[in-house]
Structures are given as C-alpha cells and as structure tokens.
C-alpha cells in the first residue's frame, strides 16, 4: 500500500510517500519545504505568512515527492493528511490539497493528528515495537505523555500547564540572544557551557499526575541572565555580564534543568502505569536534542525499556510520520467522508494546556 502524506501544520510545507507492508513502514520519500529564513527576521512564526508560503509550496512539494518515490499519482492507495492541532491557515492548505487529491483519485483520505504522528515517526523504517508503551511528544506546542497499546490511539496521562518544552526553548534563545529557532541554537552553545554553572528549577510539578510548567525554569533563567527586578528600597543584586561564556553556561544550565523535568515527568508516568510499558516511543523537534536523547535512553534502559526516538530528520516536522500513522489507521471506503475540518487544537492531547473542561 502506497500512502502519499501531507504535513503543513505550521511553519514546513511537507509531502512524503510511505509504502506500508504486513504493517511495516519503509519511507519512500520525504520532502519538507522549511520557512524558517521567512520567519527568522520576525523571531518566531508569523501565522499568516505561514499559510501563504504553504500556498506558493503545496503542488511542487507534492510533486517532488512523487517524483523521489518514483511513483504516479494513479499508484497512490491513500492520502493522509493532518488535520489538526496547529495553525488554522496553514493546516487548511494541507487539508484542501488532501481532499482535492482523494476525490480527483477516488482514494480514501485520512485525517490524522500531528501529536500523535509525532510518535509514529519511531515507527519509520523499522520493525514494529513492543507494547505497551509509554509516548512522550516534546515539540513546539506539546509535551505530552501517552499510555500507549498501539500506535493509532494513545491515552494522555501528562502534559504542561503552560508553555511547550520547545517553546520554552525558543524563548530561553530569545533570552540569551541567539535568535530564532532557539531550540537547535541553545544546544549548540550548551556543548561549551558548564551545566551546573546555575541551578535552575525543575519544570515537573510534584503534584499528583503528570504535569509540567516551564514558566518558572523560564523566569529563572530570564534573572540569571538579566539580573532580578529590584525596587528602590532594595536594588537587585548585581549579575555577571552576558559574555559568550556566560551564554553558553546559561544554555547548558537550561538544557540540564529542561531535559531533567522531562526525566522526572517520565518517572512519575511509570509509577502511574498499571501494566509495565516495553518501550519508550519519543516524538517532536526537541527530540533531535542530543542531550535528551542521551537521557531517555539511559532512564529507558535503566527500567527495562526499549528506548525509540526518531531518526534526526523524522524529529522535526515532517509528512513521513504523518504517511505513517494515516497507513495504520483503517481507511473508510470510496474517498471516505470529505466534511472533516481542519482544528487548531489536538482532540488527542488538546493543546499545550491539557485535557479540556468539559463545558458546564
Ligand atoms: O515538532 P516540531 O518541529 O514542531 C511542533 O510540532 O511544534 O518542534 C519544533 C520545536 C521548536 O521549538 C524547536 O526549537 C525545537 O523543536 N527543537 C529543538 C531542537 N531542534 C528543534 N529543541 C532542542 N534541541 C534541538 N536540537
Ligand atoms: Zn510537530
């Protein structure tokens, strides 16, 4: 089964041909057309010059992905695209395009969610993992925690009360003066720096459940590196310059205290689950965080676990994992039903805030 997938969530227009076999998923192609220099003078993406580059990109990063492949558009069996969480104006193009390739081929279209196809990236070119499992998602606007028996439907049993780790990231660059995006420069300067040159705070909660809050670490690393507000009675204490040394000792301390709350987020998750998890499944930009991968693997290993983290190039935004997951997940008949709309938020990790209140 071929399945051409569709990723324009938010700031990569992304294509990809998936060819799934007795369930195993080889990547055919994998094509990601970024924005990153359209929005680096802004420091951060601009929603509505996101979804108008998507348009501009769509049809060639379509057909380059075709073309990597080697397939026509007749040999496709599917399309899925996702529909949800991200930015509503970029994920309409990528849904658009979907549903007009499903009727003009008669193939069914799967919507998918990004979060969830974050996991199914550790699934890409390799065999089938173990389950249950344990999922954890750190992206730009999720870190989430899953109880996972399969791949399609993951339970949410953590996630932050505010901030994202990769937003977190982000912010923290913006902070030490690196720019935009923070995550791949902060961890750049953290292999020159002193991880424990500054003790930040956790961004777990202990508290019951699985929760985490990044505005603490954050407001924490924003003093040690521009000093406490101080008043007239008290004037703050004075701060060491923001040398290039003192950068690189920031972002390490960062890093630390980042990639440790998720440790921590990981052993509160395993003493909450019932039926031991066999694997690991991480997924998100911050995944490529070398860092973080050393970490969950030694935490992995350290209970029994096999550790799963993508390939470099399936951490970041990319259509591969979202061929992937759409191929796992039983078609409807004919095109299937083309009324399904494009949702900011994720149904299965509902945003960055956690489970929705049901409205009373
Ligand atoms: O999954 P992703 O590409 O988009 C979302 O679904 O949000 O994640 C993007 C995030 C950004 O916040 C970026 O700074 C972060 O992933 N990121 C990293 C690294 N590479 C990307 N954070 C830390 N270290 C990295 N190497
Ligand atoms: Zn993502």
């Not at 558009?73 to 996702?82: E, P, T, Y």
């Not at 994202?164 to 995550?183: H, N, R, S, T, V």
């Amino acid at each position: 089964m071929l399945v051409l997938g569709i990723e324009t969530s938010c700031d990569e227009t992304a294509a990809s041909v998936v060819e799934c076999t007795a369930g195993a998923l080889n990547v055919r192609s994998n094509v990601v057309a970024s924005q990153e220099a359209l929005h680096a003078p802004y420091g951060g993406v601009v929603p509505e010059l996101a979804s108008r580059a998507h348009l501009a990109c769509i049809v060639p990063t379509l057909e380059r992905a075709l073309r990597d492949a080697g397939v026509r558009w007749s040999d496709l069996d599917r399309i899925g695209v996702a529909h949800c969480p991200g930015l509503i104006g970029s994920l309409l193009v990528g849904v658009s395009a979907a549903k007009g390739v499903a009727w003009s081929l008669g193939k069914p279209v799967v919507p998918v969610d990004h979060v969830v196809a974050h996991l199914a990236a550790c699934l890409l070119d390799r065999p089938m993992p173990a389950w249950p499992a344990l999922g954890v998602v750190v992206s730009g606007g999720h870190t989430s925690v899953f109880r996972m028996d399969g791949p399609t439907e993951p339970a949410l049993i953590g996630w932050t009360i505010d901030d994202a780790i990769g937003e977190a990231f982000d912010k923290a660059a913006a902070m030490l003066g690196l720019g935009y995006p923070g995550g791949p420069r902060i961890e750049r300067e953290a292999i020159g720096g002193d991880p424990q040159a500054v003790r930040l705070p956790s961004a777990f909660l202990r508290r019951d459940g699985v929760q985490f809050s990044f505005s603490g670490l954050k407001t924490a690393l924003l003093y040690a590196a521009r000093g406490v507000p101080g008043t007239a009675r008290r004037p703050a204490p004075p701060v060491p310059a923001l040398t290039p040394e003192r950068v690189r000792d920031l972002a390490a301390s960062f890093q630390h205290a980042a990639v440790a709350s998720i440790i921590e987020g990981l052993d509160a998750a395993l003493a909450q689950t019932g039926d031991r998890p066999r694997t690991l499944l991480v997924g998100g930009g911050v995944s490529a965080n070398q860092a973080l991968r050393a970490a969950l693997d030694g935490w992995a290993t350290t209970h029994g676990l096999e550790c799963r983290v993508p390939m470099i190039a399936h951490c970041i935004d990319n259509a591969a994992m979202i061929a992937g997951l759409a191929a796992l997940i039983p078609a409807p008949r004919g095109t299937g039903d083309l009324g399904f709309v494009a949702e900011p938020m994720s149904r299965i990790a509902r945003g960055a805030r956690g489970p929705q209140r049901k409205a009373s």
